[in-house]
C-alpha cells in the first residue's frame, strides 16, 4: 500500500483546509487509515481514524468538533477537513493505513500502522 498525502499549506487561526490522502496498490488489504500530526519537537500525535470499509470514525479530543475525517472508496482517498484551526494545531500531518484486525481502541497507537504517506505541514498563523 501507498498512500500520497497532500493539502497542507499556510492558514489563518480560524480558516480551514482539507488534507487528502490517495492510497494505490494493495488497497483491498486497508482494515483503517488514520492521520497523526507531528509538532517540532513533540511526540506523534493521534488525529483520527476511519474503518475502510464501514467508515466508522474516532477523533481525538483536541479535534472533535473542528476536524471531520471521511472517505471516498470509489477514489480511494481518505479526507481530513479541519476547521477553526488554532496554531497549535501546526505540525506536520501524516496519514497512515493499517491492515491488521484490531479493537478499535489500538487504532490510536502509531506503531500498529504498517503504512505511512510522507506527510503534509500545516502552518496556523495567530
Known amino acids: 500500500v501507498q498512500l500520497q498525502a497532500s493539502g497542507g499549506g499556510l492558514v489563518q487561526a480560524g480558516g480551514s483546509l482539507r488534507l487528502s490522502c490517495a492510497a494505490s496498490g494493495r488497497t483491498f488489504s486497508i482494515n483503517t487509515v488514520g492521520w497523526f500530526r507531528q509538532a517540532p519537537g513533540k511526540e506523534r500525535e493521534f488525529v483520527a481514524r476511519i474503518s475502510w470499509s464501514g467508515g466508522t470514525t474516532y477523533s481525538a479530543d483536541s479535534v472533535k468538533g473542528r476536524f471531520t475525517i471521511s472517505r471516498d472508496n470509489a477514489k480511494n482517498t481518505v479526507y481530513l477537513q479541519m476547521n477553526s484551526l488554532k496554531p497549535e494545531d501546526t505540525a506536520i500531518y501524516y496519514c497512515?493505513?493499517?491492515?491488521?484486525?484490531?479493537?478499535?481502541?489500538?487504532?490510536?497507537?502509531?506503531?500498529?500502522?504498517?503504512?505511512w504517506g510522507q506527510g503534509t505541514l500545516v502552518t496556523v498563523s495567530s
Open positions: 497512515a493505513a493499517g491492515a491488521r484486525y484490531l479493537p478499535p481502541t489500538s487504532w490510536v497507537f502509531y506503531k500498529n500502522y504498517g503504512h
